[in-house]
């Protein structure tokens, strides 16, 4: 008998998992009270995903609604009384906010959504809300829409003892239950990873799709990057969310960032990545004395581990090797895999805190260049700070204008409860706010989008690494629930798994997939079309053969003029300066060094101009242009038979222009200039006496920066230069090979497709199943 019944509930989770994103959670002495009183049965052992609570309280349809008055009402809904609920437009409404597939979900399956989302309010609901939600019961049964004995059930949760024990066993879970152990199973993302396999099976199978396997292996993993300043409890926080209790102490200990650190999926030794060789010579052209010779000795001492390029070892002793010697210095990285599955889907990088010398910081900027989200931590005290906060505020603004970032989770550290109530974090959160929307220089609507990335924590993260390893159940006033942990960790699994990719690979995949489905009718073409399809392709082919044997000479046409604005620069500030020296009155020291600082920066963006005109100057870029172009009716476009084809060719042409149009002054350079700003700032104060500057003790260190800030300027512009050259190579030999399949191959096929649900496959695919 029980076997039947675990079965049955088996099978009401596997439906629902197609309508909701459920996860594993233990009934609390609340949740098994509730039901065993109001359903004569045991607790589901399955809660949402998403706190609902959280879900209503963001919804725009129920602004103006009171999220207890709401949560009364999912309450007090049960078995006896589902008829006459069902008919309330405004708990249809609830219903719906909180699945978005409501509406497409049988009715048989009504009461067990339900029973999911009533387990889940009762586990993240406190005491406080129950004590709302009572008074709402009680209004509920004052108009007869629930009964009397309906109303007792729900009234019997405000006992302190049951409140107590289910505060112990919410803490007791949340030891054990990191964010590393939440199930992504059936969320959008899962569904979606699930789908690009079957994909590639398919495309492996299919031969006039084998050439576009390459469209399945990209890295379509999340990337979480870490950010923060010193002290702020970024590896903390880290060793918190990946928590292993089955793991031992020294592997579950906090490992700071030096360099950056790269959680991913995998198992065995981690992997230690040396710098590259000119990396380290660049470093010992600092004009830094010290700073030089440091990394002359290093090295000298590690010269046949960085000869070697890598090394693998043990999480554990890596603080041991590499720490204590200070080798970790020449390290570039360190890649550390953890056999957890939802690193099967994203990853974590911790990064060097902020500011870094130049050369990580460019690594720290790569980093968020690539990022899809961001954990940004900053300590109260730099919050009180108006110049930490200054920095702080600008660190934000360039993250909020990135296009590939969807959410920065801002977190709060250091906090007590006597220095931050609710009203104080309010007043905070606004104060972030209102200066990030005076600074964005964007329309209303856009600036409303960039904030809407922008999310705020406050994390004891010391306390909570305490509390998970199971030293004690509170401390300092606050337990695992009040921490803030679980909060962010709920919201970033959301962020990470309920949102599927929207890469140009998944865009292909669908239309390429959209052209598997369709009849063996659509493949009939002309021998005088397919003569003439072959020959333009091999057109675009040879042209883009053309442009890339002449791209690299490019850049050597730019270096005179990148040299000349080196020299002219500090020919110009020198001679300035001198001025300033010799004639009477007060010198302005300041209004030099920002005059010469915004100087550089409109050099370096007319020198990126020049560039790209070099670029642009390639005739058979055009010509690949105007062959592309889907409103030419010279273009390949003419070929396009199908809907699918033309959309092949949109996405074509997209990729293929912004890749041509995208800027060589990127952050990266701007970084390059701060760091040169704030030499000059040690070099020359702005309270610099005239007769202190000489030629030892000011001119000739002002030069060896100017001479070493350029050099690390041209190589990051380098850098730059040959990654995009790399990255066209690779997007023009993918065109290729997606023309010639789906305008060529595609009509040489003509034997039936295997029967296979194309529109499923599609709808996981680009939606995750929700749609």
């Known amino acids: 008998m029980k076997t039947k019944k675990k079965d049955k509930n088996t099978q009401h989770i596997a439906i629902l998992h197609d309508y909701l994103a459920l996860m594993p959670q233990d009934p609390s002495k609340r949740m098994q009270t509730f039901f065993n009183l109001l359903y004569v049965q045991d607790s589901p052992h399955y809660i949402l995903l998403e706190n609902p609570l959280q879900i209503l309280k963001n919804a ?49 399956h009504y009461l067990n959504y339900i029973k999911y989302l009533q387990a889940s309010i009762l586990y993240h609901i406190d005491s406080k809300g129950i004590k709302q939600v009572i008074k709402h019961i009680k209004l509920l049964r004052e108009h007869g829409i629930i009964s009397f004995h309906e109303q007792k059930c729900i009234e019997v949760l405000t006992q302190s003892d ?120 660049t470093l010992q052209e600092s004009p830094i004395i010290d700073t030089a010779k440091h990394y002359k000795n290093l090295q000298e001492t590690f010269h046949d581990c960085l000869k070697n390029g890598s090394e693998k070892i043990k999480y554990e002793k890596i603080y041991d090797s590499y720490f204590k010697n200070n080798k970790i210095a020449i390290v570039d990285r360190i890649i550390v895999p953890q056999d957890y599955v939802l690193l099967q889907f994203m990853r974590f990088i911790n990064t060097p805190s902020l500011i870094p010398q130049t050369f990580r910081h460019l690594q720290v900027y790569d980093y968020t260049a690539k990022s899809d989200m961001i954990l940004y931590l900053a300590n109260l005290n730099e919050l009180n700070a108006v110049l930490s906060f200054d920095k702080i505020i600008a660190i934000l603004l360039r993250l909020v204008k990135k296009q590939n970032i969807s959410h920065i989770h801002f977190i709060v550290t250091h906090i007590d409860k006597a220095n931050m109530t609710l009203r104080k974090k309010q007043s905070l959160c606004q104060k972030i706010q209102n200066a990030l929307e005076e600074r964005l220089k964007h329309a209303q609507k856009e600036r409303q989008k960039s904030l809407a990335k922008l999310h705020f924590h406050f994390i004891t993260a010391g306390v909570a690494h305490s509390m998970r390893c199971g030293a004690s159940a509170s401390e300092s006033g606050f337990d695992i629930a009040t921490s803030g942990i679980l909060e962010l ?123 790209q005109e070099y670029f642009f100057a390639i005739k058979e870029l055009h010509e690949i242009t105007t062959l592309l172009h889907p409103n030419n009716t010279d273009s390949i476009a003419k070929f396009a038979q199908t809907n699918e084809h033309k959309k092949i060719l949109d996405l074509i042409f997209m990729r293929y222009t912004n890749s041509i149009k995208a800027d060589f002054f990127d952050d990266s350079n701007a970084i390059v200039v701060e760091h040169l700003s704030y030499r000059l700032d040690i070099l020359l104060p702005n309270t610099i006496k005239k007769a202190d500057i000489q030629e030892d003790s000011v ?73």
């Not at 001679?575 to 004639?583: C, D, F, R, S, V």
């Open 162 to 281: 049951i409140t107590e024990s289910q505060e112990k066993t919410s803490t007791n879970k949340a030891f054990a239950n990191s964010f590393i152990h939440l199930s992504p199973d059936k969320t959008p993302l899962f569904n979606q990873f699930n789908a690009i396999a079957k994909v590639k099976k398919i495309l492996k199978k299919l031969s006039w799709t084998k050439n576009l396997v390459f469209l399945c292996e990209e890295d379509f993993t999340k990337k979480v990057v870490v950010l923060g300043g010193q002290k702020t409890g970024k590896s903390t926080l880290l060793a918190t969310m990946l928590y292993d209790g089955k793991k031992s102490t020294e592997s579950n200990m906090p490992l700071e960032a030096k360099v950056p650190i790269e959680y991913h999926y995998g198992k065995g030794l981690a992997s230690v990545v040396y710098m590259h060789l000119n990396d380290l010579q």
């Open 489 to 611: 960790e709920s919201m970033l699994f959301t962020h990470i798994f309920n949102t599927p990719s929207t890469h140009f690979n998944i865009q292909m995949l669908e239309n390429i997939l959209k052209l598997c489905k369709l009849p063996t009718e659509s493949r009939q073409i002309d021998s005088i079309n397919k003569d003439e399809i072959k020959t333009q392709i091999n057109h675009i082919k040879s042209l883009c053969k053309e442009v890339l044997k002449r791209l690299p000479a490019q850049y050597y046409s730019f270096y005179d003029a990148f040299a000349n604005l080196r020299d002219n620069l500090y020919s110009q500030f020198i001679q300035a300066l001198n001025y300033e020296t010799k004639k009477r009155g007060n010198i302005d020291i300041q209004k030099l060094k920002t005059s010469m600082i915004q100087s550089l920066i409109v050099g370096l963006r007319e020198l990126a101009r020049i560039l």
């Open 699 to 771: 001119i000739k260190p002002l030069k060896e920066n100017f001479d070493y800030y350029f050099l690390l300027l041209e190589q990051n512009i380098n850098t730059l230069f040959h990654n995009k050259i790399n990255l066209f190579n690779t997007q023009l030999e993918r065109l290729e090979h997606i023309l010639e399949s789906c305008f060529i191959h595609y009509f040489e096929e003509y034997k039936e497709q295997e029967k296979e649900d194309f529109d499923t496959l599609i709808s996981m695919l680009v939606y995750g199943g929700n749609k």
């Open 60 to 108: 725009e349809e129920l602004k103006e609604c009171d999220i207890y008055e709401a949560a009364s009402l999912l309450l007090a809904c049960n078995e006896n009384n589902l008829n006459t609920f069902m008919m309330i437009p405004s708990f249809l409404t609830l219903c719906k906010v909180c699945c978005k597939k409501f509406v497409s979900m049988p009715t048989k």
